[in-house]
C-alpha cells in the first residue's frame, strides 16, 4: 500500500475508515475503494496490514496506514501525528470493534471497543472543517443498559457525539452473512430463527452488505436529509451530550433504515 503522503491533499472527496478488516468494514472498504465511491481519496488507519485488500478504482487514491491504537490513547505524538497530519476527511467511517471473548477481560474489551475509537477519532476531529462521523453501533445500544457490550456502545455512541457536530449512528439488529474468525456458537444457533423472524420484520437483521452499503449512502446524504426523508432520528433525552452539545446533528440509523438505504 502506499504510504500517507501520497494521498490527495485537501478535505472535500476523502474518506477515513477504522476497522477496514472486520465483518462490515471489509464490506465497506470495498465501496468506498470502488468505482462508484462518492471519495476520491480513502485512508485506512489499522493495526496490521488488510489480510486481502480489495481492488481500488483508477480514480480513488488509496492508502493503509499502519498505527498503534493503545499508543495512541496513550497520547503518543508519534502515533497522534500519522492521524493529525493526514488529509481533512469530510467523512470518518468507523466499524471497529470487538468482543469481550475476543478481547479476553472486560476491562480490555472497553479499551478497544470504546476508549480506542474515541481516542482515534478525537485525534481525526479537525473543528474547523464540516466532518461527518458514522459509526456503525448495534442494536438495542445505550449508556444507561444493564448489559455491558450494549452499554459501551452506547457510551462510545455519546463520546463521539460530543466531538463531532455531524453524527449518523447505526443500530443494525444480527449480522447476517458476518464470517466472522472464530466460532460463536450461539450466533450459529440462533442464525436460523432469526432469519425466519427476519421475514416477517425488518427490524431483526441485516446483511454485513447492506449496512456498508447503507453507510456511505447515508454520507452522501447527511444527517438533515436522513431525517427529512424518515431514514434517521434524533436520540432522545436519555442519550447525554457533553455541555454545550445539542442532539440535532445526531441521527440514528435503526435496521429497518438500513435495508431501506442499501437498496435506494
Not at 85 to 102: D, H, K, Q, V, Y
Not at 174 to 183: I, M, S
Amino acid at each position: 500500500m502506499s504510504s500517507v503522503a501520497a494521498a490527495k491533499a485537501g478535505g472535500e472527496g476523502t474518506a477515513v475508515i477504522l476497522g477496514a478488516s472486520g465483518a462490515v468494514g471489509k464490506h465497506l472498504l470495498s465501496q468506498l475503494v470502488g468505482p462508484e465511491s462518492p471519495y476520491s481519496t480513502v485512508l485506512s488507519f489499522a493495526r496490521r496490514p488488510h489480510p486481502s485488500p480489495p481492488p481500488v478504482s483508477p480514480n480513488v487514491t488509496f492508502s493503509e496506514i499502519l498505527v498503534d491504537f493503545d499508543a495512541i490513547h496513550s497520547g503518543s505524538s508519534t502515533e497522534l501525528s500519522k492521524l493529525t497530519t493526514a488529509p481533512t476527511a469530510s467523512s470518518i467511517f468507523i466499524t471497529m470493534g470487538t468482543t469481550r471473548a475476543a478481547a479476553g477481560s472486560m476491562l480490555a474489551f472497553e479499551l478497544i471497543d470504546r476508549e480506542y475509537v474515541l481516542s482515534t477519532a478525537r485525534a481525526l476531529h479537525k473543528p474547523s472543517s464540516n466532518q461527518t462521523l458514522l459509526y456503525c453501533s448495534s442494536s438495542g445500544s445505550s449508556s444507561s443498559s444493564p448489559f455491558p457490550y450494549l452499554k459501551s456502545k452506547g457510551l462510545t455512541e455519546q463520546g463521539l457525539a460530543s466531538t463531532f457536530a455531524n453524527t449518523i449512528i447505526f443500530k443494525p439488529g444480527y449480522l447476517a452473512n458476518a464470517e466472522r474468525p472464530g466460532t460463536r456458537i450461539l450466533e450459529k444457533l440462533s442464525a436460523p430463527f432469526v432469519g425466519l423472524l427476519a421475514i416477517a420484520s425488518d427490524s431483526v437483521q441485516a446483511d454485513v452488505r447492506y449496512v456498508a452499503k447503507a453507510m456511505v449512502r447515508a454520507a452522501t446524504m447527511g444527517t438533515d436529509e436522513l431525517k427529512n426523508k424518515g431514514l434517521g432520528v434524533t436520540p432522545g433525552e436519555g442519550f447525554k451530550l457533553d455541555e454545550g452539545k445539542g442532539r440535532e446533528g445526531v441521527a440514528v440509523v435503526g435496521n429497518a433504515s438500513i435495508l431501506k438505504l442499501a437498496k435506494e
